[in-house]
């Protein structure tokens, strides 16, 4: 199927696309609803179906020329991620939640490293990159399964900080190991490759702290909640917009955004506000990450990349089971953690992109293909593992999940595997 957009204006097409794409993921929910799957799971399933791809309804021109409607979901995404960052969350936990990321983010790129050079005899610099990007974990189809099913409590906290502060040890892991491999080749440090980033991100930090401050100022008590809403979104769309014009990611810096205005005012009713505005935004993200996935990646995963994606799994569950084992977490948050930290795009395939670029031709596609390849199938099951995560920990109330009989037919799964 392929419609023709050919003698139509580029707003009329956008918009007809838009329409579509909104009907198609409302249309594929009700069937994963049934299937009792996640929303985000849908949305995605939808976007492969309607895309080049498939169906060939949206022209991959099309998606292309929305790339900004991702940049402005992830803003979101890690401003509501941010409330979760709350100075009293933290004293609770301690140090736990900070030792948890170390454990699963680093002893998941060890075991991806060291996997790829000793079992496939793949180089140490391959190796050495594919497991920092390893480390990645993304925080938006896990945050729209809390949300759609209202999950709250120990579990999710831990879990929300815990991606939260793995993007930041991912992108220090990363630029560490630009910094060995460039040194290792040429005997100097690239600025470009390694020092301009870690000091955009850093940069990005700051703007995002005074972001959050400025907010204080601007939300006076007398001040309407349309105006709120106003000026918080020109603040998000704001930092969006001066992250993109550096090519770098506007998570850390809006989590910081959100994290600092919670702390400073305690004023939860504006993420409330957020949540009510999204919906639309965050799902058409999703349906368009659906639209650009390239299943034919799939067919040239190969078994290098095949293990990379069960490798990276299974290093991040240990991880997370290590990790809340040495600070005495609760026996649901140990078991269950590592399930809800599958999701992996956005930030690994950007850097992947930049890691692309310091190794040869052949060898630098090959990670690329892993990286596209494997983000298609973490999309598609970790929203679904998400959910089961969070069912099995608790943090779903039981009329969410329908019946206590589901959450016992995930139990037993969950044993059996």
């Known amino acids: 199927m392929n419609i023709q957009f050919n003698n139509l204006n580029d707003v009329t097409i956008i918009l007809i696309c838009l329409s579509i794409m909104l009907f198609s993921g409302f249309l594929v929910t009700r069937i994963t609803k049934m299937l009792k799957l996640p929303n985000v799971t849908g949305y995605i399933v939808a976007g492969i179906l309607i895309g080049p791809y498939v169906l060939n309804i949206i022209p991959a021109i099309a998606a292309e020329n929305m790339g900004f409607v991702g940049d402005i979901a992830l803003a979101f995404i890690a401003f509501d991620v941010g409330k979760f960052l709350r100075k009293e969350i933290f004293q609770s936990t301690g140090t736990k939640v900070i030792v948890i990321t170390l454990f699963e983010s680093l002893f998941t790129g060890f075991v991806v490293t060291i996997s790829m050079h000793f079992v496939f005899k793949l180089d140490w610099n391959f190796s050495l990159l594919l497991g920092a990007i390893s480390t990645a974990t993304a925080p ?42 460039n040194a290792n080749e040429t005997g100097v440090i690239l600025f470009d490759t390694v020092i301009l980033p870690i000091m955009l991100n850093i940069a990005a930090l700051g703007i995002g702290f005074l972001s959050g401050m400025i907010l204080d100022r601007l939300l006076i008590p007398n001040r309407s909640d349309d105006n709120r809403l106003i000026l918080t979104i020109a603040l998000l769309f704001g930092i969006s917009g001066l992250c993109s014009a550096f090519d770098i990611s506007p998570l850390l810096s809006c989590m910081v955004f959100g994290a600092t205005y919670i702390n400073t005012t305690q004023d939860k009713r504006l993420y409330k506000q957020i949540n009510n505005f999204t919906p639309p935004i965050l799902s058409l993200f999703f349906i368009i990450s659906g639209v650009r996935l390239d299943i034919g990646a799939l067919s040239t995963l190969g078994i290098v990349g095949v293990s ?34 599958i999701p992996q795009a956005g930030v690994s395939i950007g850097l ?38 969070l069912a099995l920990s608790g943090a779903i109330e039981e009329d969410k999940i329908k019946t206590s009989k589901e ?11």
């Open 140 to 181: 938006a189809s896990t945050m729209m399964t809390i949300n759609q099913y209202k999950a709250h409590g120990k579990f999710v906290n831990t879990l929300l900080q815990v991606i939260a502060l793995d993007d930041v040890v991912c992108l220090i892991v990363f630029s560490v190991i630009i910094a060995i491999i």
């Open 352 to 389: 992947a992109f930049l890691g692309q670029r310091i190794l040869p031709v052949d060898i630098g596609n090959q990670m690329m293909t892993i990286i596209l390849a494997s983000s298609v199938l973490y999309e598609l099951i970790g929203p679904a593992s998400a959910k089961v995560a």
């Open 308 to 341: 990379y994606f069960l490798i990276r799994i299974i290093g991040k569950y240990i991880g997370a089971f290590l990790g809340c084992y040495v600070t005495n977490m609760d026996e649901t948050i140990s078991n269950y953690l590592g399930l809800a930290l």
């Open 407 to 417: 959450k016992e037919r995930y139990l037993q799964v969950y044993k059996r595997i």
